[in-house]
């Protein structure tokens, strides 16, 4: 492997209620940088500040909240080219976008997962990096471009939606992910949730069932350390953003996390630790006798929102 | 500016300022009627039907509330701020749980 092929979630769309109070929470509290906005289409372009890519968290206006779209970032136009027919042989519809469809990025391949989400794969998008440079670039950006939540960088997502094993094997058989942790119901061995890795992370996307397709259950943000955890939760105390689960940590995946929602109820996820993956680590499985300690590993008590709350 | 807001079936009540929604009044004082979620206005579970009085209502996502919903008086507790007190009902499938947990 050696990370080629299918590189990281590079974007996600996200559709919000009100653009204006959306750019409050994602870049003057969370820290993202707003690097680019389209006053006509209602969209915000931001990004965590060590992204090197032109952006990564894309914020449309809508009268729905919810996810528009997940993007992965591929290793190079060959790869493109090579997943094309993989991913229709798999069963799946692949609609092309050309470069420029999408501002700073190339050619795009999409398709409707077997969950009900968007999906696209870019090899391509303009890169003005993290203002370090590339040259002796040193370890501090400048005083003010790490702030807020001091996210850096966009992580993974958990989606919702039905036939979930039809999406693990997609992204195992088609995009080289390896499953490294599920979780099933105890009696009917039926998959609940799968966590999928395309790198050393502990996962890159994660599927949860749900009755409806295309349910967004949230979108999650690096941060460096467990202590930028508790620095955003004060933040997220401060500003009285809702909380859907204090500090903790996951059984599954180990992350230090918190949870909360954005002005348009869509769940927003910091998030710092886990262990590291490799090809040969085997699947971790947990079973619903022990869902408090797979989902909060510190108070070992499940949270019944986390399970029903989407939008 | 103080309303009471009733939840019939409940027998909940509680007290919300014209500057508040209805759901954050009903965390506050302590109560347990309606279920809690994105407080957002997106994941749709604090849906209630306003039986009587008057609110003021900010965007809500249209998965949860269209036209029609609207038209009913249907809303999410999230997104009203009342202007009257209100009569409220707890819609559809939220309200078993919440009834199991607070018979
Ligand atoms: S709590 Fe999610 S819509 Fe009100
Ligand atoms: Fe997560």
């Not at chain 1, 206006?61 to 080219?81: H, I, P, R, S």
């Not at chain 1, 090809?279 to 019944?304: C, H, I, K, Y």
């Not at chain 2, 579970?45 to 038209?71: F, N, T």
Request: with cysteine; hydrophobic share 35%.
């Amino acid at each position: 492997m050696a990370l080629r092929g299918v590189l990281r979630l590079g974007e996600i769309g996200i559709r919000v209620l009100d653009l204006d109070l959306a750019r409050t929470h994602y870049v003057d509290r969370m820290g993202l940088i707003e690097v680019m906005c389209d006053e006509k289409e209602r969209k915000i372009y931001c990004k965590a500040w060590d992204e090197h890519d032109h952006h990564s968290v894309v914020l449309r206006e809508a009268d729905e909240a919810g996810l528009d779209y997940v993007a992965f970032k591929v290793y190079d136009d060959q790869t493109l080219t090579d997943l094309e027919p993989k991913v229709e042989a798999f069963g799946l519809e692949v609609a092309h976008i050309d470069a420029g469809v999408y501002p700073k990025s190339g050619r795009r391949l999409e398709f409707i997962l077997p969950s009900g989400h968007r999906m696209q794969l870019f090899a391509e998008k303009e890169q003005i990096g993290n203002t370090l440079g590339t040259r002796n670039p040193g370890v501090m950006p400048d005083e003010g471009v790490i702030r807020g939540f001091r996210i850096n960088r966009l992580d993974h997502c958990l989606l919702g939606g039905p036939n979930i094993d039809e999406c693990g094997r997609l992204f195992k058989e088609v995009f080289d992910f390896d499953l490294s942790e599920r979780i099933e119901d105890e009696e009917s061995r039926e998959s609940l949730a799968l966590f999928l890795t395309c790198s050393t992370k502990p996962h890159d996307v994660a599927f949860v069932i749900q009755p409806e397709p295309g349910r967004f259950h949230h979108v999650s943000f690096l941060l460096e350390s467990a202590t930028d955890v508790i620095h955003a939760a004060d933040l997220i105390g401060k500003y009285r953003i809702p909380v859907d689960v204090g500090p903790n940590r996951h059984g599954v995946t180990r992350g230090n996390t918190i949870y909360y929602f954005d002005p348009s109820g869509n769940r927003n996820e910091v998030f710092s630790g886990g262990y590291v993956h490799y090809p040969d680590t085997p699947t971790l499985t947990w079973d619903t006798s022990q869902m408090g300690p797979a989902q909060f590993s510190q108070d070992n008590v499940p949270r019944e929102s986390f399970l029903t709350v989407v939008t | 500016m103080q309303y009471r807001v009733h939840l019939e079936e409940l027998e909940l009540d509680f007290t919300c300022r014209q500057d508040q929604n209805v759901l954050e009044c009903m965390i506050g004082a302590g109560k347990k009627g309606i279920q809690v979620g994105c407080r957002g206005g997106g994941c749709g579970v604090c849906q209630v039907e306003v039986l009587e009085g008057e609110y003021a209502a900010r965007p809500m996502s249209k998965a949860h509330i269209d036209e029609e919903a609207l038209a009913q008086r249907r809303v999410l507790a999230c997104c009203i701020k009342p202007r009257s007190d209100l009569l409220l009902k707890v819609v559809g499938k939220i309200s078993k749980p919440i009834q199991r947990k607070h018979p």
